[in-house]
């Protein structure tokens, strides 16, 4: 079992940034792909972006592209979303996934759905003003 502990979220100004953590207790992400989701009132979960613990290989959704970078902590096992540049279209619930092994995930497409991740935090808001 991993629980995962989102925390970073809050009020910002378009064109403020922001950094969200996420954090593992129970076990490692050692293995592990490790993902961001938001979802917006209304809306459905989409995809964010992604990080294979092990090699650190990144991913994400075309709408983020230059604006956020996702890392990790080793040490901290803590997966970071740095967001800068943000916009109102960005308000909404972030939560981070992980638990399904990177030698199952073979194609970058995989990672980004939401239905092979077991593992979920409660998530952190990210309400963006104009």
């Known amino acids: 079992q991993v629980q995962l502990v989102e925390s970073g979220g809050g009020l910002v100004q378009a064109g403020g940034s922001l950094r969200l953590s996420c954090a593992a207790s129970?076990?490692?992400?050692?293995?592990?792909?490790v993902a961001w989701f938001r979802q917006a009132p209304g809306k459905e979960r989409e995809f964010v972006s992604g990080?294979?613990?092990?090699?650190?290989?990144?991913h994400y959704a075309d709408s983020v592209v230059g604006r956020f970078a996702v890392s990790r902590d080793n040490a901290r096992n803590t997966v970071y979303l740095q967001m800068n540049s943000l916009k109102p279209e960005d308000t909404a619930v972030y939560i981070c996934?992980?638990?399904?092994?990177?030698?199952?995930?073979?194609?970058?497409?995989?990672?980004?759905?939401?239905?092979?991740?077991?593992?979920w935090g409660q998530g952190t808001r990210v309400t963006v003003s104009s």
């Open positions: 129970g076990r490692t992400f050692s293995g592990y792909a």
């Open positions: 990080i294979n613990w092990g090699g650190g290989s990144t």
């Open positions: 996934a992980t638990g399904r092994p990177m030698s199952e995930i073979t194609t970058a497409q995989a990672m980004r759905s939401s239905l092979i991740y077991p593992y």
